[in-house]
């Protein structure tokens, strides 16, 4: 499973709030206990390829690298900020 993302993914926030355990509190982690849970007698990885900064144009060029290793799922973390105007430059 590889989950995709931005700083939402990638759990910044946490880091930077000084959460000591925040590696354990990310969505791939949480995702990774579930299915490990679920199904105990497989092996489960979660890859975490949360990136801060990252916008959709990113993940469309990840999932070019990410495909090829044929993935069971792919979770995609898609920021609303990329889209609003709230982030556009000065207008002039």
Same mark, same amino acid.
């Given at each position: 499973?590889?989950?995709?993302?931005?700083?939402?993914?990638?759990?910044?926030?946490?880091?930077?709030?000084?959460?000591?355990?925040?590696?354990?509190?990310?969505? #791939? #982690?949480?995702?990774?206990?579930?299915?490990?849970?679920?199904?105990?007698?497989?092996?489960?990885?979660?890859?975490?390829?949360?990136?801060?900064?990252?916008?959709? #144009?990113?993940?469309?060029?990840?999932?070019?690298?990410?495909?090829?290793?044929?993935?069971?799922?792919?979770?995609?973390?898609?920021?609303?900020?990329?889209? #609003?105007?709230?982030?556009?430059?000065?207008?002039?």
């Amino acid at each position: 499973v590889v989950v995709l993302g931005d700083s939402l993914a990638f759990g910044r926030t946490m880091r930077d709030k000084g959460d000591a355990d925040w590696e354990a509190r990310t969505l #791939s #982690s949480l995702l990774q206990a579930k299915i490990q849970n679920q199904y105990p007698d497989q092996n489960v990885m979660v890859l975490n390829l949360g990136m801060n900064g990252t916008v959709p #144009s990113d993940l469309d060029q990840l999932m070019r690298i990410v495909l090829p290793l044929k993935p069971d799922l792919v979770v995609f973390d898609i920021s609303m900020r990329s889209f #609003s105007r709230d982030f556009e430059g000065e207008q002039q």
